[in-house]
């Protein structure tokens, strides 16, 4: 059974930068052909595919979102991170960490997700 767990900060303030952490535990984030995903969910709306880090420490970009996102892990801590720079209201959503296996191509564990509001 693989776990993953979201956290983050929180309220968040317009133009801020949004950091979340997603840890993993009963699989490694290194073990191959398996892509650690952010995926977020805005108020009405439907899942957004944000991108993905993958087990060979690639980053994997949604183009409408490329030019504020970064992707991190640490390995020693078995985490993958998301940040998000310069955010609006329109950021605010349940923001989801997901394992995606390469070679069968669907998300096999999702975290609980973890609420962010953008407000001033």
């Known amino acids: 059974q693989v776990l993953l767990q979201e956290s983050g900060p929180g309220p968040v303030k317009p133009s801020q930068t949004l950091s979340l952490t997603c840890t993993v535990s009963g699989g490694s984030i290194t073990t191959s052909d398996y892509y650690w995903n952010w995926i977020r969910q805005p108020p009405g709306k439907g899942l957004e595919w944000m991108g993905a880090?993958?087990?060979?420490?690639?980053?994997y970009y949604s183009p409408s979102l490329k030019s504020r996102t970064s992707f991190s892990r640490d390995t020693s801590k078995n985490q993958f991170s998301l940040r998000l720079s310069s955010v609006t209201p329109e950021d605010t959503a349940v923001y989801y960490c997901?394992?995606?296996?390469?070679?069968?191509?669907?998300?096999?564990?999702w975290g609980q997700g973890t609420q962010v509001t953008v407000s001033s």
């Open positions: 880090i993958g087990y060979e420490g690639s980053s």
């Open positions: 997901a394992r995606f296996q390469g070679s069968n191509h669907y998300y096999d564990y």
